[in-house]
């Protein structure tokens, strides 16, 4: 991989939770290590978790690959993980030792913003990868959803931190899990091929330029003060927001998009300006039967429970937050539409 692909791949993934899909393993470690060598170049932090780091010769073969490898090290700007016992806790759905790495990320980045190093990060980690290589795609969706969860905290966070997890092709290009590969890639920011930045005809650069797609959100708020809490917290997201205060707004939102481009989500309070949040789901749903949709309320449950059952929905398909909820309960809600 070349350096001008690197570059590419960098630019692309850049402040994302990348799944990137690979057919050769050789191609996979060329592409991770040159990207690990150009973010430590840049002054970066950067964490290779790996289970490969359990072979004994790993360091030895790692070493010559890394540009000024001993004083990154020394220096704390490059650390290796032994990503095998997350891998053998993530098999069996154990992620403690993710949260502590995740702890310990966020306490490194605060030592080196307060030293007045480079507060970018980049982590490059392979325990799901394993893990759909071995065809645990529940154990892969889990984690992949834990990583998603983190990276959308990190963001509501202002953390300037990258998330690159490869895939193999061979397992999830098959026909027989075109399907896994999508709930795997529904648990990520972005999903990029890596045949789209190496060239396989004598090593011609494709370079494809692949640009995130942000995640549409339209939000029906009466309540001016939340709505400035719903922009503060969600302005640092890759996310397209779209606020509106009542029911006639929000269905002309809905009514005026092409049904190619429906929003990924719609957060509709129970009690909106001009009639029942439940009403105006009900006619969206008409609309797009497939729509995600989250309630946000004041109320209790059990007149919740009932205004579904009034309007013939089914309480258990779509997530409710009771106010004031946990910002982070909905930042793990929060993923690109299905059909997208």
């Known amino acids: 991989m070349t350096f001008a692909a690197s570059n590419d791949l960098l630019q692309s993934s850049d402040k994302q ?11 996979r470690s060329a592409a991770e290590i040159d990207c690990i060598n150009r973010v430590l170049d840049a002054g970066q932090y950067c964490i290779y978790a790996t289970v490969d780091a359990s072979d004994k010769d790993f360091l030895a073969n790692l070493a010559p690959r890394i540009a000024d ?5 020394q220096e704390g700007n490059f650390v290796i993980v032994n990503f095998k016992p997350f891998y053998d806790s993530a098999a069996n759905c154990e992620l403690t030792p993710f949260k502590q790495l995740k702890a310990q990320v966020e306490e490194t980045l605060k030592d080196r913003i307060a030293s007045g190093k480079n507060e970018k990060a980049l982590i490059v980690a392979d325990a799901a990868c394993n893990l759909a290589r071995h065809k645990q795609f529940d154990e892969c969706v889990t984690l992949e959803g834990w990583w998603q969860g983190t990276y959308n905290d990190w963001m509501a966070k202002n953390l300037d931190i990258s998330i690159i997890c490869a895939h193999p092709s061979s397992v999830l290009k098959q026909q027989l899990h075109i ?8 648990a990520h920011s972005l999903k990029l091929d890596l045949n789209d930045f190496i060239g396989k005809n004598h090593g011609r650069i494709l370079a494809k330029q692949a640009k995130p797609q942000k995640i549409q959100i ?11 809490i719903y922009r503060d917290c969600l302005k640092s997201l890759p996310v397209e927001l779209v606020i509106v205060k009542g029911a006639d707004e929000c269905l002309e939102q809905v009514l005026m998009r092409d049904k190619r481009d429906f929003y990924d989500i719609i957060i509709i309070d129970t009690h909106v300006k001009d009639a029942s949040g439940f009403d105006i789901a009900k006619k969206i749903l008409q609309v797009n039967p497939d729509q995600q949709i989250i309630f946000t309320t004041t109320s209790d449950l ?15 398909k779509y997530p409710i937050l009771q106010k004031p909820f946990l910002f982070s309960q909905l930042l793990g809600l929060i993923k690109p539409a299905k059909s997208k």
């Open 179 to 186: 399907g896994e590969q999508k709930r795997i890639s529904h």
């Open 302 to 316: 059990d007149p919740i429970s009932s205004g579904f059952k009034a309007h013939s929905l089914d309480i258990d």
């Open 17 to 27: 939770h990348l799944m990137l899909l690979y057919d050769d393993e050789d191609e």
């Open 69 to 73: 490898y001993d004083r990154h090290i």
């Open 218 to 228: 339209l939000l029906a708020e009466s309540e001016a003060d939340i709505r400035t």
